[in-house]
């Protein structure tokens, strides 16, 4: 079985999840001169669907669609609730939410970008359904653990 640890976010690490939101923030004051800020909750959701079928707003896209699906991680992590960490494995090291201390993980930063290359259209990924999806499975994981735990 493959060995797996993980850690708490450190200071940098921490702040460049801050700055995914800072990003998007100046897009929408900047780039549409709105007054809208995210919150970190569902709500954002048709926010950044706007931005997602606006965008990409620089050169490298798929780097935007990872701050995106950073920001869709602050929502997922005050949703659900889980907490980011750095999870490492054989296969090196990624950031990753974690639902309470079991071993459920999600990747929400590679999340859309994902879809977008296996061909999905970015103008089509609906993150209300996804937030639901998510929910649903870590929700049936942990009840999987729990059952196997007592």
């Not at 296969?91 to 201390?101: C, E, K, T």
């Amino acid at each position: 079985m493959p060995s797996i640890s993980t850690r708490p976010l450190d200071d940098p690490e921490q702040a460049s999840i801050a700055q995914a939101t800072a990003w998007v923030n100046d897009v929408l004051h900047q780039g549409f001169k709105s007054d809208i800020r995210l919150t970190g909750r569902r709500g954002d959701i048709p926010t950044l669907h706007s931005l997602l079928s606006k965008g990409p707003f620089g050169t490298d896209a798929a780097s935007e669609l990872t701050v995106f699906g950073t920001v869709f991680g602050e929502i997922l992590a005050t949703e659900i609730p889980m907490s980011w960490v750095v999870l490492q494995d054989e296969h090196g090291s990624d950031f990753a939410l974690q639902y309470r201390d079991l071993d459920i993980f999600v990747f929400p930063r590679d999340m859309i970008l994902k879809r977008v290359e296996r061909g999905e259209d970015v103008h089509r990924i609906n993150l209300d359904v996804m937030l639901e999806e998510i929910r649903k499975t870590v929700q049936d994981d942990a009840q999987n653990v729990s059952k196997r735990v007592t």
